[in-house]
């Protein structure tokens, strides 16, 4: 086995021309450096200094591994830097799972202020159907998933609760001026544009038209978020969505919630881990300024 504390002092020695410099600068005593440069020719079964009245002279095999030996110190010196800026978290990579539709309206911000304060970390995004992300996280190819809450988690897995929105019914109040709450019976009379299966949306108004009883055949099925947004926006009939993903055009008065009654489901969303895997300090990081960031959507 290598003792690297013997090339440190060799190299220290080296540097130094003299014992008691050395010993000195390494904080050992004089008696310990000797003995630590007699075990280390002993090893290498080759002298490494002359010793001199004025000091100490490498010996031609000295003289041979010195540069060696300087420059194996210099690759751990950066190895340890590389360890320690890993740990407080200055380095390192991330790999997220999330839906693009997702990552456009509700992490952007979040990355950007993670940004701000940690520059040298590295996010990798991986944008895969949920399931493929879950399993991309059971095999270790990701780190964490931000997702709306699986119905049924498994086991090994862990959900951190983020943020709350909700599905809801929209249209452009040009096209379709309601103001009152409607019950759900009233959307036949009404076209309606979906998510295209697989979609979470779509299962979701699916799910509330079984609920409710009704006979509803889509006009459209849209597989983008954004395109049914702007179906939507254009008039075509109204649409189901996730409100925060329509948030920006509800606030400049482009789309109006409709009130229907029962109201569709609540959306938590949340970040998804294995239940027993240490995350790395920048995991940590990321996941906590999330959290503090995150609200009801």
């Known amino acids: 086995m290598i003792d690297i504390e013997l090339y440190k002092i060799f190299y220290a020695v080296a540097e130094c021309g003299t014992i008691t410099k050395a010993s000195n600068l390494l904080n050992i ?14 090893m290498l079964n080759n002298p490494l200094f002359i010793r001199t009245k004025k000091g100490v002279i490498l010996t031609e095999f000295g003289q041979k591994i010195f540069l060696k030996v300087k420059q194996a110190l210099l690759l751990l010196d950066e190895v340890e830097k590389e360890a320690h800026n890993f740990a407080q978290v200055l380095e390192g990579t991330i790999k997220i799972g999330i839906s693009t539709t997702l990552m456009r309206h509700y992490l952007l911000s979040h990355i950007e202020k993670f940004h701000q304060t940690y520059p040298q970390i590295v996010l990798d995004i991986y944008t895969d159907p949920t399931q493929e992300l879950i399993n991309k996280l059971k095999t270790g190819q990701i780190d964490l998933i931000i997702a709306k809450k699986p119905k049924n988690l498994d086991h090994d897995l862990k959900f951190i609760p983020l943020a709350k929105t909700s599905y809801v019914f929209l249209g452009n109040p040009k096209y379709f001026p309601i103001t009152s709450p409607i019950n759900a019976k009233q959307l036949e009379n009404y076209p309606i544009i979906l ?37 939507i926006k254009m008039g075509y009939g109204i649409g189901y969505a996730t409100k925060l993903y329509a948030q920006e055009e509800i606030q400049n008065n482009n789309l109006k919630i409709i009130n229907v009654l029962p ?10 881990t294995l239940k027993n895997n240490i995350l790395s300090k920048s995991c940590q990081a990321f996941i906590t300024l999330i959290i503090e960031k995150g609200s009801n959507l």
């Open 29 to 42: 005593s004089q008696p310990a450096v000797t003995k630590q440069l007699k075990n280390l020719e002993q």
């Open 195 to 231: 998510p295209k299966e697989p979609a979470n949306a779509r299962h979701s108004a699916t799910t509330y038209f079984q609920n409710n009883h009704l006979n509803i055949t889509p006009k459209m099925n849209i597989a983008s978020s954004n395109l049914l947004i702007d179906f």
């Open 263 to 272: 109201a569709p489901e609540e959306i938590t969303f949340g970040i998804i």
